[in-house]
């Protein structure tokens, strides 16, 4: 089942080479945390000099030893790092975003410091006007979308792909595949192929979660002596006994042979449960990367209780799929539907199949076979600038990871929700209720706007506080007097922590709701309390930290606005982007091109 080595590298191998490239390259130093729990360990790493550390800027990792958690999470620093998700790529520090005729003092100041950005995304992009119709019907026959609902008249930003079916280079809209599929499908390793293979498993892994959710698949159980002589059955073995509760090992494959192993994890008179998802080329790194993501970041097994009633809504209720399904996908805390404990299989567990797991080049034939077979065409984009291999992979049908139940509200243009967020003050009523409704339906995702100082609104306060924020400014009475109630039910010491006085919000709704007088109200809280809640009511930016983009002379947060020091470090990637573009065509080298079959299943 592994018969292949784990890494190309060993872990203080990986970790010594990244972290020199880190500090040679970007001036970047690193913090880390260390969990450990029974025999698993996890960690976090975070840009700790530059002043930034408020931001926690940084990745997790995991693995069944310190030095393999620790190089986990290094890899996944260099992957979001070279593609440009660690720190968002701020399109309105780009030149060419600049106002000609009438600059602001931030531009001017970006122009002065020589950090001004010459591209949006990357120095191989291409912008193509949305009136380009034949590359727009080649993108859309490769998407199996329609680019006018996402772009409505806007520029495309292209860069190049490699398809993997078509041996070819091919152009992509990035912000599109971003905005569909978050982080899904980027990857970093020792060698370009372990990495890719680690991309897919990613993919193949997040498309069977969508499934289960999607068709309320029941998987199989795999007996666990079929992994008896690893180190995970003994694991697993004493985790049973310090817990008291049975982890049962699920064939996760769906009856399609995708190398996806599941863990349902169930006390002892069924009523509480989890369940994890892992997929490699290996059967047994699938069940490890299950067990250890399971107590990722956690000192104790987490569990939910089984509730009968809202997991069968999860089965047949497409927005609470969207929530839950949105839920595990980000932070792996969500529901499952019922099914998920059903006793009776969707489909037969057949085996291991004893093919994966030899060597790299075998699971790259067996990988790009099987989604041939599935019909689908694998995009590969190298991004590995500063040297340590790094990739985004795009599979349509499979990767996308937003709206894929409702259908809804994934929004055409995410810059301009980012500019609402930064810019509260000056935003449209139109615009700050399209922000506060991707807010409400996608609460989840509101770590996208997370910026660049801790003072502004969604980074310093909890989801129903800001949304309560947003709604108040609309004079939306109901959901302002819902969001204050989640708000107040965080308790008075959660509020005190985010520097809310918890008086005010309870006087804030004593007076939104209108059921005491103005007399009572001063009697219970004192004139002070009832002024100044009154005040926020009537104007919320006197109560709400917020930043004013780009004012900088009249902002209220000034002082602890890290936007500069961001973008000078978003400069020294750009330079060195600029200095070793990679060549996408090189990617067939990987592949070793594409049995001509394949293209027949597509």
Not at 12 to 19: D, P, S, Y
Not at 401 to 407: H, I, L, P, T, Y
Not at 515 to 526: A, H, L, N, P, Q
Not at 560 to 588: A, G, H, M, R, V
């Amino acid at each position: 089942m592994r018969r292949k080595q784990y890494k190309a590298a060993a872990p203080i191998t990986t970790i010594t080479n990244i972290r020199r490239t880190l500090w040679e390259r970007l001036g970047i130093l690193l913090k880390e945390i260390n969990y450990k729990n029974h025999s698993l360990y996890s960690c976090r790493i975070s840009i700790h000099n530059k002043n930034i550390q408020g931001l926690s800027i940084g990745t997790n990792g995991k693995g069944l030893s310190y030095e393999y958690a620790l190089a986990s999470a290094h890899g996944e620093f260099m992957e979001r790092l070279q593609n440009q998700m660690m720190i968002f790529h701020f399109n309105f520090a780009c030149v060419d975003s600049f106002n000609r005729n009438k600059q602001t003092d931030f531009e001017k100041e970006l122009l002065d410091r020589g950090i001004a950005l010459k591209y949006y995304m990357a120095p191989d992009e291409v912008i193509l006007s949305s009136t380009s119709a034949e590359e727009i019907r080649k993108i859309e026959k490769r998407m199996f979308t329609n680019l006018s609902n996402f772009y409505a008249g806007r520029a495309i930003t292209l860069v190049p792909y490699y398809s993997v079916l078509e041996e070819k280079e091919v152009l992509m809209p990035i912000d599109l595949i971003q905005a569909l599929c978050t982080s899904n499908g980027m990857c970093a390793g020792n060698t370009p192929k372990e990495a890719i293979l680690q991309g897919i498993s990613e993919i193949l892994e997040r498309y069977v979660l969508r499934l289960l959710y999607q068709d309320n698949i029941t998987p199989p159980t795999i007996p666990l002596e079929n992994f008896h002589g690893y180190d995970i059955y003994h694991i697993i073995e004493s985790l049973r006994l310090k817990y008291n509760v049975d982890f049962i090992v699920k064939d996760c494959s769906l009856g399609k042979g995708i190398p996806t192993i599941g863990v349902l994890v169930v006390n002892e008179d069924c009523t509480k449960y989890n369940f994890h998802l892992g997929a490699d080329p290996s059967a047994v790194t699938a069940l490890e990367r299950t067990i250890t993501e399971m107590f990722q970041g956690r000192t104790s097994l987490e569990m939910h209780d089984v509730d009968v009633d809202y997991q069968k809504k999860i089965e047949t209720d497409p927005y609470i799929r969207e929530l839950e399904f949105g839920k595990t996908y980000t932070k792996g805390n969500g529901h499952f539907p019922l099914s998920i404990l059903s006793s009776m299989p969707s489909y037969e567990f057949n085996g291991l199949n004893e093919e994966w797991g030899q060597s790299d080049d075998m699971d790259i034939k067996l990988m790009v076979d099987l989604l041939s077979n599935m019909g689908v065409d694998i995009y590969v984009r190298d991004v590995s600038f500063l040297g340590f291999p790094a990739y985004s992979i795009y599979i349509p049908k499979l990767s996308e990871s937003r709206g894929v139940f409702s259908k809804a509200n994934i929004p055409d243009d995410f810059s301009q929700l980012f500019k609402t967020v930064i810019n509260i003050e000056d935003a449209t009523k139109k615009e700050i209720k399209r922000l506060a409704s991707f807010i409400s339906e996608f609460p989840e995702m509101s770590f996208l706007f997370e910026n660049f100082n801790t003072e502004n609104f969604l980074v310093k306060y909890p989801v129903e506080v800001s949304l309560f924020f947003l709604y108040l400014i609309l004079g939306d009475r109901e959901k302002s007097v819902y969001y204050l109630k989640k708000s107040i039910s965080l308790g008075v010491n959660t509020l005190s922590s985010y520097g809310i006085d918890p008086r005010i919000f309870t006087c804030m709704l004593d007076i939104l709701c209108d059921e005491k007088t103005k007399e009572s109200m001063t009697s219970i809280y004192g004139q002070r309390v009832y002024t100044q809640s009154l005040q926020s009511i009537n104007n919320p930016f006197v109560l709400f930290s917020h930043t004013s983009c780009f004012d900088c002379g009249n902002c209220s947060v000034k002082g602890k606005c890290n936007l500069f020091t961001l973008i000078d470090i978003l400069k020294s990637l750009e330079n060195q982007y600029i200095s070793n573009i990679p060549d996408q065509k090189k990617l067939k080298e990987v592949f070793g091109g594409v049995n001509a079959e394949c293209l027949h299943n597509i």
